[in-house]
Structures are given as structure tokens and as C-alpha cells.
């Protein structure tokens, strides 16, 4: 990645009598940045920005977010043209090359991703040794970084060609560990990838095919699957996001890697909001309880969120939020189960979210989670499942995100520093005298 960070002036720090002009850079859109990279050696301080609410930690030209406008853009095109005119294979180009392919290109990317999509066979038994019950996202992350055991031709970080081939495995390899992960816990034998079919009907296909009867999929499931693919695929410096970039800078290899991120990921806060959401919406259970939810999420005493609400960068509707609601609604229609009652719950706690002035104080919308459980348990996920799904779509962010650092010349391995508040130096006491 060539970095191209504009110089825009300077920005002067007074502090205790002296001044220090910081440089000001400017990105293509967006916030100019302050760069601080020698404020420590001019001042001998540092900046405090625990949850990085006002960090810029890398150079990217990836995905760009502007939170306040509620837009989302891929290499510069919006997601919802995207999600309605594009597919997840050549998004995935898109992320990891920067332009969409031309017929050829796609061709021959889509090809090899279709190649790469078996697992060693040894590395099956893996799987045997969790328990029937764990949850699929324990045995994501297990399993991902083991991949490390099995491909020491693409581990090292830099061999450009090494990087390439081992970004296709992980794209390719996702769908069929996360299958495997569900059949595992419902005790189904494992059904191999398919080179004919695309990526999301050959993941269908994987999770919902028994070697019993022949297997029929449907088409506005598989396109709804891709689409739901192509909303989780990036978003710019997330939790974990960042988690994948900390962990590349030391050097780690691919696999463990974006096994760092699957962890992070986990979080209720971060992915694990698709799987809060649903629970929440089944905790509600009807429409005449909603009232009652939204004061314990007022609450401030009262630890209640509302999961698929609020975001730290989107403080307007999230755009994927809206692509998603449409998609639900195709889904339940092409299922024949339009009147969910869990939908009505959902769509009644959208209605009376957006009109409460707390809500509206705090610009807090339903983000992309909100509706994506309600169209994977109608699809026939389980709730486990659907932090696994995100996973499995987010692995090309994390990849193109990953490469993206491996490649920037200014790249270097991230310590960050602190605010000590503990105890200042004192000398040992023997135990005798305490
Ligand atoms: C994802 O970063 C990404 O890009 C993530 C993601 C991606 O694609 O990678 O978009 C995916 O993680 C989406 C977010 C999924 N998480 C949830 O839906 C969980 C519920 N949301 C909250 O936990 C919260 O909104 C966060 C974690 C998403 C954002 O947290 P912030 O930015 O740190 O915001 P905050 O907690 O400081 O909230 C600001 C205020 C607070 O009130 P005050 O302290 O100012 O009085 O809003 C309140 C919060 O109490 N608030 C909520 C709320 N979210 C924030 N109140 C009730 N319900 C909520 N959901």
C-alpha cells in the first residue's frame, strides 16, 4: 500500500508555558488527522484515548464509514449498490484488490476460491474432540488457528505470493469449517464443499444437505445469504478489526490472525449482538412488553441494553440495518412466515425506539444486527450460528485489513502505553512483618 496522507498545516499544543506544532494530514474524505507519532519525544507525554473514540490508528483505503450521514462504502462504492447489484465473491476481489475484476479476473478468482475450499482430511478430527454442546464460535476459533498446523506454505507474512494463497484458503475455508461446526453440534455427518455451486449455496448446501435425500436449495435463500455475506464483510477499524491489525503487526501468521478476530468478535457488544438480539427479542416476547424493556434500557442503573441498537461510529440509521430489514422481509415471505411474531416484537421495538426522545437524544439506531437474526433463525441457523456467519463474511475485512498492514511501509508492531495510577516504587516487606 503506497501511503497518501495529504500534509494540511499544523496544529500547536500549548501546555505549561511551551508550544508544540503537531502536523495536520488529510485523508481523501473524512477527518484530518493530528499525527502524534513524536508528541511523546517533543513533550514527554501522551494522549488518553482508552476506547480510541478519537484514534485514528492506521493509514486505510478500504472501507470508508461517515457515521453521521449513515453511509458505507467498499473501495469507494456504496454498500447498498453493492448488496443489490454486486455478489460476495467479487466484493471479495473488490476488498482484497481494490477495483472490481473484469470477467476474466473474476473468473479466475472465483475459480480458485472454489478450489480452495476442502479442509485436510486429518483435520476433521478436530472437531471430534469438542463437546456435541459447545458453542460453534469456541470451536471457530480453535479450529481457524489451527489451520496454522496444516499450511506452513502460506504462513510466511512476507512472501507476497504466501500472503495471496493464504487469504484464498481462509476466504475458501471458511464456509466449510463453520458448516462442519453446525453439523457437528446437531450430530449430522459432514457434507463436502461442491466446486459447481457458488459460495453461499455451497455453504447452504453444506449445512442443510444429509446424505439421506437428495438436496434441493433455494435461489432467494442462496442470494439472500450472499447478500447478508456482503453487509458483514468490512467496516473499517472495529473492534475486531483492530484486534487482527495488533495482532499482524508482531508478525503472527494469517491464521492466528484472524483467529484473534473470530475472539474478538465474540463480544455481545461487537458480533455477538446478532445472537444478544435474538435472545432479547425472545426475552420480550410480545409487543405489550416492549414499554417496559425500553425504560430498563434507559435505566442507568439497569446493566439492560437494547442488542442491535446504537453504534459507535453510525449515529444515524445504519445502511446495512436498512438492506438487512429488506432482506428479512424477503426471506419470511419466500418461507411463508411474514407474520413472525418475533418480527412483530422487532419491528414495534424499531417503531417506538426511534420515537423516544432518549433514543433520539443519543442517536441510538438499530444497527445491522438488529434484523439479521430474525432472517438466520428463519433460514434455519441457530442462534449459536449467527456470530459464526459474521465471522465467516468479516474474513475477507480482516484479510484485506491484514494485508493492507502487513504492506504499509510506515507499518510498525502496536504497543500502545498508559496512565499509570498504580503504586509508585516502595521496598519489599518480609512476610514476618506484615
Ligand atoms: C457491531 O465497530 C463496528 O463497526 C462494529 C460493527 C462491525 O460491522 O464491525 O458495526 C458490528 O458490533 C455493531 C454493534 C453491535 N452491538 C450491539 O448492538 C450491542 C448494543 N449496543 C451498545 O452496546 C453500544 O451501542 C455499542 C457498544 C455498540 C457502542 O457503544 P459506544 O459507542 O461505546 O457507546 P456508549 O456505550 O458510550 O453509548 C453512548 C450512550 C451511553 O449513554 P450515556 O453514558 O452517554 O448516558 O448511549 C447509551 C449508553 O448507555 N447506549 C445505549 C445503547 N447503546 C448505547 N442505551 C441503551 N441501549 C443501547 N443499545
Not at 470451536?139 to 506452513?152: Q, S
Not at 473470530?262 to 446478532?274: E, K, V
Not at 434500557?297 to 430489514?325: E, I, Q, S, T
Request: with cysteine; hydrophobic share 40%; proline share 5%.
Amino acid at each position: 500500500m503506497e501511503n497518501k496522507a495529504k500534509p494540511n498545516g499544523t496544529a500547536t499544543l500549548t501546555y505549561n508555558g511551551q508550544s508544540f506544532d503537531l502536523p495536520v494530514m488529510s485523508g481523501e474524505i473524512g477527518p484530518d488527522v493530528i499525527d502524534i507519532r513524536k508528541l511523546y519525544a517533543q513533550t514527554g507525554m501522551f494522549t488518553f484515548d482508552p476506547g480510541f473514540t478519537s484514534t485514528a490508528s492506521c493509514e486505510s483505503q478500504i472501507t470508508y464509514i461517515d457515521g453521521g450521514e449513515g453511509t458505507l462504502l467498499y473501495r469507494g462504492y456504496p454498500i447498498d449498490q453493492l448488496a443489490d447489484q454486486s455478489n460476495f465473491m467479487e466484493v471479495c476481489y473488490l476488498l482484497l484488490h481494490g477495483e472490481l475484476p473484469s470477467s476474466n479476473e473474476f473468473e479466475d478468482f472465483d475459480w480458485t476460491i472454489r478450489r480452495h475450499s476442502m479442509l485436510h482430511d486429518q483435520f476433521d478430527q478436530f472437531f471430534r474432540g469438542f463437546r456435541r454442546d459447545a458453542h460453534p464460535m469456541a470451536i471457530m476459533v480453535g479450529t481457524v488457528g489451527a489451520l496454522a498446523a496444516f499450511y506452513h506454505d502460506s504462513t510466511d507474512i512476507n512472501d507476497p505470493e504466501a500472503r495471496t494463497i493464504a487469504s484464498h484458503r481462509m476466504i475458501a475455508k471458511m464456509p466449510t469449517i463453520a458448516a462442519r461446526a453446525y453439523k457437528y453440534s446437531i450430530g449430522q455427518p459432514f457434507i463436502s464443499p461442491r466446486n459447481e455451486l457458488d459460495y453461499a449455496s455451497n455453504f447452504l448446501r453444506q449445512c442443510f444437505a444429509v446424505p439421506a435425500e437428495d438436496y434441493k436449495g433455494s435461489d432467494v435463500l442462496a442470494k439472500a445469504m450472499d447478500k447478508i455475506f456482503i453487509l458483514h464483510a468490512d467496516h473499517e477499524q472495529n473492534a475486531s478489526t483492530s484486534t487482527v491489525r495488533l495482532a499482524g503487526s508482531s508478525g503472527a501468521n494469517p491464521f492466528a490472525c484472524i483467529a484473534s478476530g473470530i475472539a474478538s468478535l465474540w463480544g455481545p457488544a461487537h458480533g455477538g449482538a446478532n445472537e444478544a438480539a435474538l435472545n432479547m427479542l425472545y426475552e420480550i416476547g410480545s409487543v405489550d412488553k416492549i414499554p417496559e424493556y425500553v425504560r430498563k434500557a434507559k435505566d442507568k442503573d439497569d446493566p439492560f441494553r437494547l442488542m442491535g441498537f446504537g453504534h459507535r461510529v453510525y449515529k444515524n440509521y445504519d445502511p446495512r440495518a436498512k438492506v438487512m430489514r429488506e432482506t428479512c422481509h424477503q426471506v419470511l415471505d419466500e418461507l411463508g412466515v411474514r407474520n413472525d411474531p418475533l418480527l412483530q416484537v422487532a419491528m414495534e421495538l424499531e417503531k417506538i425506539a426511534l420515537e423516544d426522545e432518549y433514543f433520539v437524544e443519543k442517536k441510538l439506531y438499530p444497527n445491522i444486527d438488529f434484523y439479521s437474526g430474525i432472517t438466520l433463525k428463519a433460514m434455519g441457523f441457530p442462534t449459536e450460528m449467527f456470530t459464526v456467519l459474521f465471522a465467516l463474511a468479516r474474513t475477507v475485512g480482516w484479510i484485506a485489513q491484514w494485508s493492507e498492514m502487513v504492506e504499509d511501509p510506515s507499518q510498525k508492531i502496536g504497543r500502545p502505553r498508559q496512565l499509570f495510577t498504580g503504586a509508585t516504587p516502595r521496598d519489599y516487606v518480609d512476610l514476618s512483618k506484615r
